[in-house]
């Protein structure tokens, strides 16, 4: 039973380059949310995908897009990218929108120069 | 608003007892409770959606007093394996579900 998987692992960027990071869900999960984690603090919510459209959104500008393919992977862009974007990126799965349990993947260590 | 978690960081020797508390300024639906060891993805622990509900994992339990607006994990017998930084979430009312604020984590630290 495959759990939550992310690509890249690592990245670097320098500021004012885009970005994609991908997420392949928990076999069985419909459900995408994703997570920036600034290093020493907790994660935050960036949005949730769900049905091949963003439910909720956190607090992040529209430079922070998403999107879900039909097999429910979905990937994260980041445009303009700025030195305070350097963080770990949180993919986490989940069976429909209630209050489910989560299953994070290990996540996508952004760096920015 | 991001909750407060104490204490901050605590360090047990294995078999001692610890709590870690969880409270928010702002009415709660539910708490969300997780574990992530250094370098490794956040893991589930439990969820609770009722006030004054118990729920359990192996020895971690937790409670949640949605008038207080707080919720505690306790640490019972604590194993090596405790050893991590939990977080708990919150979520309010009118949240449509798992739109989780996280708090800053308290470190716990099992020493044999």
């Known amino acids: 039973d495959a759990g939550v998987t992310q690509s890249p692992t690592h990245l670097i960027k320098t500021r004012g380059q885009q970005v994609t990071l991908r997420c392949s869900p928990k076999s069985g999960h419909d459900t995408v949310s994703w997570y920036q984690q600034a290093l020493g603090q907790g994660p935050q919510f960036i949005f949730q995908y769900y049905e091949e459209e963003e439910r909720q959104r956190g607090n992040f500008p529209d430079r922070f897009s998403g999107h879900q393919f039909p097999n429910y992977s979905s990937e994260l862009n980041v445009n303009a990218l700025l030195l305070g974007d350097s963080a770990l990126y949180l993919c986490a799965s989940s069976l429909g929108v209630g209050n489910q349990p989560q299953h994070f993947g290990d996540g996508t260590r952004l760096s920015i120069l | ?112």
Not at chain 2, 39 to 55: N, R, T, Y
Request: glycine letters at 10%; hydrophobic letters at 30%; charged letters at 20%.
């Open chain 2, 1 to 112: 608003q991001q909750p407060v978690q104490s204490p901050q960081a605590v360090i047990l020797r294995e078999g001692e007892d610890a709590v870690i508390n969880c409270s928010s300024s702002k009415a709660l639906y539910s708490v969300h409770w997780y574990r992530q060891k250094h370098g490794e993805a956040p893991v589930f622990l439990m969820i609770l959606l009722k006030g004054g509900e118990q729920k359990g994992h192996d020895k971690i339990s937790a409670s949640f007093n949605e008038k207080k607006q707080q919720s505690s994990l306790y640490l019972t017998a604590s194993q090596l394996s405790y050893s991590g930084t939990y977080f708990c979430g919150t979520e309010p009312p009118q949240a449509a579900g798992n739109k989780l604020t996280f708090g800053g984590g308290t470190r716990v630290l099992v020493k044999p």
